[in-house]
């Protein structure tokens, strides 16, 4: 099946201009080099060139005046992070118009997922991580920013083993809830993937492969890899159904869905969807599900 592409409404579906997202951070300059055609790029295997673009393009795109974080936290790449956020402000047009009320659990230390729902969006976002280290730098792009810090909040869950309970508070509803799950099932399996990726950028030479985009080891891996994590999640959110009127994580493994989707009929969830997404040159998807049939004069999305 051909890619899906770049949604629509996503301002990242061209090339980069790099003399405009130069000017937002000159910083960026040292790093552009040629591809064979000729054009400016960057050395997307340079942690340090893929930090300076992603600072550069939420600068000029989103306003953003201070963005940075640590050393060897995952990076990611802003226009696959932007297309999520499209498909779930389609996914909930129906039944949520006007701003809503998100949750994104393991935000990570760039905050990336808040900070476009928040500006594209004008959503409410409580971001999630267990990592204190991630989010002491998400703490500190949030309140650095007067419209980040006005509707986002930065919580830590304590608790590895749990997703919702222990960080959200009872009562508390959300439209929807987004997260981008640690993909591998080991450490081990992570390192041969960063190998895989090094080898497809041409640096087959090179005796340690770098992780282009970072990423600590909770968010590159976790016991199950992602069908593991989002079947946790599934357990969870049929214990707290209400919680949500949409849950929602990626899926980056097609092989994932049949396990997933199983799990969430036993767990009763009466709406599922699959909606798939262009992610460079690979494709991802997002999984969907609800507890709740949509409101009579509601049309399905």
């Known amino acids: 099946m051909a890619s899906p592409g770049r949604h629509p409404r996503n301002r990242h579906r061209g090339h980069y201009d790099f003399p405009r997202l130069v000017a937002a951070c000159p910083a960026l300059a040292q790093h552009l080099r040629r591809n064979p055609a000729g054009e400016p790029t960057v050395d997307f295997a340079d942690p340090a060139a893929v930090r300076l673009l992603n600072r550069a393009i939420l600068a000029d795109w989103y306003g953003l005046a201070a963005w940075d974080l640590p050393a060897g936290y995952l990076c990611p790449p802003i226009p696959g992070r932007a297309d999520y956020i499209h498909h779930l402000a389609d996914l909930l047009a129906a039944e949520r118009p006007g701003p809503l009320r998100a949750l994104d659990i393991g935000t990570g230390a760039s905050l990336i997922y808040a900070i476009l729902a928040r500006k594209e969006y004008r959503w409410s976002v409580v971001a999630t991580d267990v990592d204190a280290g991630a989010l002491a730098a998400a703490e500190a792009i949030r309140a650095g920013d007067p419209d980040l810090a006005a509707g986002i909040e930065v919580r830590r869950q304590r608790d590895p083993e749990r997703i919702f309970e222990g960080v959200v508070h009872p009562g508390e509803r959300f439209d929807l809830c987004l997260c981008n799950p640690p993909f591998h099932a080991s450490g081990a399996e992570a390192l041969e993937g960063s190998r895989r990726k090094w080898r497809n ?37 049929a214990r707290h159904p209400d919680l949500c009127l949409w849950f929602t994580s990626l899926v980056a493994r097609s092989a994932s869905l049949p396990r997933l989707q199983a799990a969430l009929r036993q767990a009763g ?3 599922v969807r699959v909606i798939p997404m262009g992610q460079g040159q690979k494709e991802s998807r997002v999984l969907a599900w609800s507890f709740r049939l949509p409101e009579p004069s509601a049309p399905e999305p």
């Open 201 to 237: 950028l041409g640096r087959d030479g090179s005796p340690r492969p770098v992780l282009n985009f970072g990423g600590q080891p909770r968010e590159l891996w976790c016991p199950g890899g992602e069908a593991g994590f989002v079947g946790r999640m599934v357990a969870e959110s």
């Open 269 to 271: 969830a009466a709406r």
